[in-house]
């Protein structure tokens, strides 16, 4: 067989193989994640942020930027952090702003540098691109995760943490692909959608995924969320997180199967179940 054949065949192999390769959905490399449909009533999500930051005495930064009006109509931010102190933090810092060189100085980001946790409260995740994509804050958030620090999010700080921003657009929250599509990435190939149930959400991340079909879709109803240590995550709270990666389940082969997306499949994962991301795949499920 002459050079060139062989050279031919190598490349067609090379071809099939990364054109049909599944893209890979992966969290963070260290830290925690902890991602919130809204709705945060139950105490486990507080509790559970706190026992991953280290305690109550772990200095946390709330950032509350989603929010049209942080800290009321008088703007008072202290009242943003409340909540965490009177479920027992000692260290809270509230971070805000809508100017990109402020995400840039020193003195804003230095809190975020010392925490051991980091809350993002609900509202637009737009805004939380527009003050911090590309800035030092950003990095920051980063370096949280890298020291095996926590990120917590919910409804808008749930959806912000996935790479496609779902409901992204400035004008109304029922646009899936808006004018912003690019989260903040910390699980990567991923949609995240939020108040799922309690809204009827249920089909509508499907808009995303027939146009984007190498995206993992996820959609967490209120009151409930995912803990996301490396590709592993489980369920916490009191309702369900829909999981969309084109499988559902066989009786007969006992297995999760492909199926097409005009199926429009998902899997219902509720308190203690658990996700393997990087295999896209129902691990344990009560």
């Given at each position: 067989?002459?050079?060139?054949?062989?050279?031919?065949?190598?490349?067609?192999?090379?071809?099939?193989?990364?054109?049909?390769?599944q893209?890979?959905?992966?969290?963070?490399?260290?830290?925690?994640?902890?991602?919130?449909g809204?709705?945060?009533?139950?105490?486990?999500?507080?509790?559970t942020?706190?026992?991953?930051?280290?305690?109550?005495?772990?200095?946390?930064?709330?950032?509350?930027?989603?929010?049209?009006?942080?800290?009321?109509?008088?703007?008072?931010?202290?009242?943003?952090g409340?909540?965490f102190?009177?479920?027992?933090?000692?260290?809270?810092?509230?971070?805000?702003?809508?100017?990109?060189?402020?995400?840039?100085?020193?003195?804003?980001?230095?809190?975020?540098?010392?925490?051991?946790?980091i809350?993002?409260?609900?509202?637009?995740?737009?805004?939380?691109?527009?003050?911090?994509a590309?800035?030092?804050?950003?990095?920051?958030?980063?370096?949280?995760?890298?020291?095996?620090?926590?990120?917590?999010?919910?409804?808008?700080?749930?959806?912000?943490?996935?790479?496609?921003?779902?409901?992204?657009?400035?004008?109304t929250?029922?646009?899936?692909?808006?004018?912003?599509?690019?989260?903040?990435?910390?699980?990567?190939?991923?949609?995240?959608?939020?108040?799922?149930?309690?809204?009827?959400?249920?089909?509508?991340?499907?808009?995303?995924?027939?146009?984007?079909?190498?995206?993992?879709?996820?959609?967490?109803?209120?009151?409930?969320g995912?803990?996301?240590?490396?590709?592993?995550?489980?369920?916490?709270?009191?309702?369900?997180?829909?999981?969309?990666?084109?499988?559902?389940?066989?009786?007969?082969?006992?297995?999760?199967?492909?199926?097409?997306?005009?199926?429009?499949?998902?899997?219902?994962?509720?308190?203690?179940?658990?996700?393997?991301?990087?295999?896209?795949?129902?691990?344990?499920?009560?």
């Amino acid at each position: 067989m002459c050079r060139t054949t062989i050279s031919t065949i190598l490349l067609l192999v090379w071809w099939c193989a990364t054109s049909f390769a599944q893209p890979v959905t992966s969290g963070p490399e260290a830290g925690t994640l902890i991602i919130i449909g809204g709705a945060a009533r139950d105490t486990v999500f507080v509790n559970t942020f706190m026992r991953m930051a280290g305690g109550p005495d772990a200095p946390i930064v709330v950032i509350p930027t989603a929010q049209e009006q942080p800290g009321g109509a008088n703007g008072d931010l202290e009242r943003v952090g409340d909540y965490f102190r009177e479920h027992g933090f000692n260290q809270v810092t509230v971070r805000h702003t809508r100017d990109r060189a402020v995400a840039d100085q020193d003195t804003f980001v230095a809190p975020i540098h010392a925490a051991r946790g980091i809350w993002l409260t609900g509202g637009r995740q737009w805004r939380l691109v527009d003050a911090y994509a590309g800035t030092r804050t950003l990095e920051a958030m980063w370096d949280v995760l890298k020291r095996g620090g926590v990120i917590a999010g919910s409804s808008a700080g749930a959806t912000i943490q996935g790479s496609y921003l779902a409901r992204g657009d400035t004008r109304t929250n029922t646009i899936m692909m808006g004018d912003h599509e690019e989260g903040f990435g910390f699980i990567t190939n991923v949609a995240i959608d939020q108040h799922t149930l309690a809204r009827n959400r249920q089909f509508d991340i499907f808009e995303i995924l027939e146009v984007h079909p190498h995206l993992l879709g996820m959609s967490i109803d209120e009151n409930t969320g995912i803990v996301v240590q490396g590709n592993t995550g489980v369920v916490i709270g009191n309702s369900y997180l829909l999981m969309y990666d084109g499988t559902e389940w066989n009786d007969a082969t006992r297995e999760y199967e492909p199926v097409p997306i005009e199926r429009r499949p998902f899997h219902t994962l509720r308190r203690g179940d658990v996700y393997d991301f990087a295999k896209r795949k129902v691990v344990k499920k009560r």
